[in-house]
Nanobody, 123 residues
Framework: QVQLVESGGGLVQTGGSLRLSCAAS????????MGWFRQAPGKEREFVAA????????IYADSVKGRFTISRDNTKNSVYLQMNSLKPEDTAVYYC????????????????WGQGTQVTVSS
């Protein structure tokens, strides 16, 4: 019933940009924190960024701070991740996630997940 769907992934060269989108359906996510995580081959899933739905407070992993920007559109019940100055180490499957009110930085803290979208950055 509740569904998060990511889109916008693709193949880009080092230094390029992509914008990921996450559309929520089945319920409104007012009051929920929306987050982005990523998982590279052979690696554990790691935190990327999160934003509160009603207040708009955003936090970022140190590895993406200054390059990535998370944003939201409450009217569309969506969250976005603008990724600039992409590096090969950004290559991963990117997942959208949601949790009520709290701002978590670990996967276990989140209740709802999308299916993921592949981002590949070539050298």
């Amino acid at each position: 019933q509740v569904q998060l769907v990511e889109s916008g992934g693709g193949l880009v060269q080092t230094g390029g940009s992509l914008r990921l989108s996450c559309a929520a359906s089945g319920r409104t996510f007012s009051g929920y924190t929306m987050g982005w995580f990523r998982q590279a081959p052979g690696k554990e899933r790691e935190f990327v960024a999160a934003i509160t739905w009603s207040v708009g407070i955003a936090i970022y992993a140190d590895s993406v701070k200054g390059r990535f920007t998370i944003s939201r559109d409450n009217t569309k019940n969506s969250v976005y991740l603008q990724m600039n100055s992409l590096k090969p180490e950004d290559t991963a499957v990117y997942y959208c996630a949601a949790v009520y009110r709290r701002v978590g930085t670990t996967p276990i803290e989140y209740d709802y997940w999308g299916q993921g979208t592949q981002v590949t950055v070539s050298s």
